[in-house]
T-cell receptor, first 111, second 114 residues
Framework: GQQVMQIPQYQHVQEGEDFTTYCNSSTTLSNIQWYKQRPGGHPVFLIQLVKSGEVKKQKRLTFQFGEAKKNSSLHITATQTTDVGTYFCALGSSNTGKLIFGQGTTLQVKP | DGGITQSPKYLFRKEGQNVTLSCEQNLNHDAMYWYRQDPGQGLRLIYYSQIVNDFQKGDIAEGYSVSREKKESFPLTVTSAQKNPTAFYLC?????????????FGDGTRLSIL
């Protein structure tokens, strides 16, 4: 079945440093979504990528979809304490219609 | 204010007891989902429903049951057959049950064993 690997599992950065999390799939994806879960909270949808090689930006966040549509990354420039949380990728499969969530990357930001 | 309401926020289960977690949405979404989240883990799909009166098993359905009698409601029962029920349970909904729709989550229910 479809497998997803998200790395790293944890990342501690100093405020102002950059941060990147990577998501890799064993199969070609129809789309990929990214979610953020604050400590003690619930996942909140951030963005969806659909096209090969697509790049989308939301302020300091940059999302990329690989050319082969098998991997994706989320990059945060100049992290702030408000960026703390766990970032999940969620893979869409045209075969099942379901989302498969990655294990998440937990970001800690030291002020 | 539209959204998803899960109750209760905290729930304790005794050995051999069935408990039911409530999930209600007023977003007029067709699809609803139940996920289980263990500490430091991602979300694992328990059951999902793409339309009223229909639901399918997810990846970890054993020991759980659901119903979808109304569009707004998708309750999850954790049965006594689920031997390790302690987890954070999240309900979600989306406009339709296709994978290119964002999912909206409730605040979750934390279930513990007494």
């Amino acid at each position: 079945g479809q497998q997803v690997m998200q790395i790293p599992q944890y990342q501690h950065v100093q405020e102002g440093e950059d941060f990147t999390t990577y998501c890799n799939s064993s199969t070609t994806l129809s789309n990929i979504q990214w979610y953020k879960q604050r400590p003690g909270g619930h996942p909140v949808f951030l963005i969806q990528l659909v096209k090969s090689g697509e790049v989308k930006k939301q302020k300091r966040l940059t999302f990329q979809f690989g050319e082969a549509k098998k991997n994706s990354s989320l990059h945060i420039t100049a992290t702030q304490t408000t960026d703390v949380g766990t970032y999940f990728c969620a893979l869409g499969s045209s075969n099942t219609g379901k989302l498969i969530f990655g294990q998440g990357t937990t970001l800690q930001v030291k002020p | 204010d539209g959204g998803i309401t899960q109750s209760p926020k905290y729930l304790f289960r005794k050995e051999g007891q069935n408990v039911t977690l409530s999930c209600e949405q007023n977003l007029n979404h067709d699809a609803m989902y139940w996920y289980r989240q263990d500490p430091g883990q991602g979300l694992r799909l328990i059951y999902y429903s793409q339309i009223v009166n229909d639901f399918q098993k997810g990846d970890i359905a054993e020991g759980y049951s659901v119903s979808r009698e109304k569009k707004e409601s998708f309750p999850l029962t954790v049965t006594s057959a689920q031997k390790n029920p302690t987890a954070f349970y999240l309900c979600a909904s989306s406009i339709t049950g296709v994978s290119n729709q964002p999912q909206h989550f409730g605040d979750g229910t934390r279930l513990s064993i007494l």
